[in-house]
């Protein structure tokens, strides 16, 4: 790899942030930071009275126990276990306010409820913070998202990558494959490197908000496996949930 190619990945990394379990160790699948705090950031626009500042995502307990996922992870993916989001926030001051305490109750309520329904991720804890205080209900102005890198060129025809594509694509929910982590052109990624047991597979897709983002990829790794041969071994990053 060239020095400017490897800047490219690195930039490209930084920019999904981390990569999350979605879901148990026998899950397989996986999503970026970037496309979890896209959709809690949608859903803190919805809580009255608040402005949503820096959030992260990270295991809950770094140092604690956690299983070996049962398939071969993205790069630099964290190990399935139970996730902490940490996010800044503005509040409503004045008279009619509510107390910062029962404010925060309904952004942290708000934020679980789409992590663990809309998503899949295993939160367990929500730190919140308020770092500044306004007197009106107009919302702080933020930075507009970036929008979504566009799609890869995909295969087409009857090779093993064009089976995979059409295997994933068919599975409801997925709106398209990324090749974010990747880089462009590389959504399906097939490892036969001889310390694996068996060949494997990885995807990187789009997904609508209709489904449950872990759903979707159980599914897809289901579809992927069972449209090759050798029945290989799938994992799944979500890198856009749109």
Do not use: C
């Not at 400017?4 to 990945?9: E, L, M, Q, R, V």
């Not at 872990?214 to 289901?222: F, G, K, Q, Y």
Request: proline letters at 12%; glycine letters at 10%; hydrophobic letters at 40%.
């Amino acid at each position: 790899m060239t020095a400017d190619n490897w800047t490219k990945a690195v930039r490209r990394q930084l920019g999904l942030g981390r990569v999350l379990p979605l879901g148990g160790a026998g899950d397989g699948a996986w999503i970026t930071e970037s496309a979890t705090e896209a959709v809690l950031r949608r859903t803190a626009a919805s809580v009255r009275g608040i402005g949503l500042g820096p959030l992260r995502i990270s295991l809950a307990d770094p140092e604690g126990p956690y299983d070996d996922p049962g398939v071969p992870p993205p790069p630099s993916a964290l190990p399935p276990g139970p996730l902490r989001i940490t996010a800044d926030f503005t509040a409503l001051a004045g008279p009619a306010a509510e107390p910062f305490p029962a404010t925060a109750t309904r952004l942290r309520t708000a934020l679980t409820a789409s992590a663990t329904e809309r998503l899949g991720l295993l939160v367990t804890e929500v730190d919140l913070r308020v770092t500044d205080l306004r007197e009106d209900e107009e919302e702080p102005p933020g930075a507009a998202p970036e929008p979504p890198p566009a799609g890869p060129s995909l295969p087409t025809g009857d090779d093993e990558e064009s089976r995979v594509l059409a295997a994933a694509v068919s599975v409801p929910g997925v709106i398209r494959l990324t090749g974010a982590l990747g880089g462009p052109g590389r959504a399906i990624h097939i490892d036969t490197g001889p310390a694996l047991p068996r060949r494997h597979v990885r995807v990187e897709l789009a997904v609508t908000e209709g489904r449950r983002a872990l759903d979707v990829a159980r599914e897809v790794r289901t579809a992927v496996s069972a449209a090759l041969p050798d029945h290989p071994s799938v994992a799944v990053l979500v890198t856009d949930v749109e």
